[in-house]
């Protein structure tokens, strides 16, 4: 009877709440020393008017476990004046989420997006102490995988 009785309550909730999700575009910085990213928003194409891509990251402090401490945000600082650039010191031990893709999953850079959404990654600088990694629209999937729910990566 108990079992009845649940189940008579979690339909109706999940029927009120949707299907709605989102999956994120991250870049973590798991080092002990802060990294310089800067990346450049594409203009979106004709007939897109929501970039997958903003102009202002959020970052949160990472867990020990690399989990996403969403109760422990990191301010940035955007060091760029020009607001199709971003460049900001990302700090050790956090994640930037610089992207959200709503009630769609991404597979590749090229794909076809729902709700006039544009894949509007233009490049992307990370300045480590001794190295820099360049990624550029068309190497984006070489170094951004997806896994639960995030499109990631991580320098370590």
């Not at 973590?28 to 310089?36: L, Q, R």
């Not at 769609?104 to 997006?113: G, I, L, V």
């Not at 990370?126 to 990624?135: A, G, L, M, P, Y």
Request: proline share 4%; with cysteine.
């Amino acid at each position: 009877m108990k079992k009845l009785l649940s189940y008579l309550f979690i339909i109706p909730v999940l029927l009120i709440s949707g299907c709605s999700w989102v999956e994120y575009f991250t870049l973590g910085n798991k080092t002990d020393n802060p990294i310089t990213v800067t990346y450049e928003l594409a203009k979106m194409e004709e007939g897109n008017i929501f970039g997958v891509f903003i102009n202002n990251p959020e970052a949160y402090q990472l867990s020990k476990s690399s989990k996403i401490q969403w109760d422990n945000k990191v301010e940035l600082e955007d060091l760029d004046d020009n607001p199709a650039i971003v460049k900001v010191i990302l700090p050790p031990k956090t994640v930037m989420i610089f992207g959200r893709l709503h009630n769609d999953t991404y597979e590749s850079n090229n794909q076809h997006f729902i709700n006039s959404r544009d894949f509007n990654f233009g490049k992307m600088s990370i300045d480590q102490s001794e190295k820099t990694i360049q990624i550029t629209k068309t190497t984006f999937d070489d170094y951004f995988v997806k896994k639960n729910g995030y499109v990631k990566f991580d320098v370590e």
